[in-house]
């Protein structure tokens, strides 16, 4: 149960560090944060269209 409570206590931690972190990032460079969440986005549309076997559909549609 401690180590569940260590590990759950961490990790709240550790995202409410990421969300200052990508709120610091945002007010200092906005149009760089987009750019990466872009680029995130379609890594993972591309990903999954991999996994599922439609990657081809990806190129001829962007």
């Given at each position: 149960?401690?180590?569940?409570?260590?590990?759950?206590?961490?990790?709240?931690?550790?995202?409410?560090?990421?969300?200052?972190?990508?709120?610091?990032l945002m007010a200092v460079f906005p149009e760089l944060v987009c750019q990466i969440a872009f680029a995130m986005l379609?890594?993972?549309?591309?990903?999954?269209?991999?996994?599922?076997?439609?990657?081809?559909?990806?190129?001829?549609?962007?």
């Open positions: 149960m401690a180590e569940y409570l260590l590990f759950s206590t961490t990790f709240s931690f550790a995202k409410a560090l990421l969300g200052v972190c990508f709120l610091l379609l890594f993972l549309v591309k990903t999954t269209l991999t996994i599922v076997g439609l990657e081809g559909l990806l190129v001829t549609t962007l």
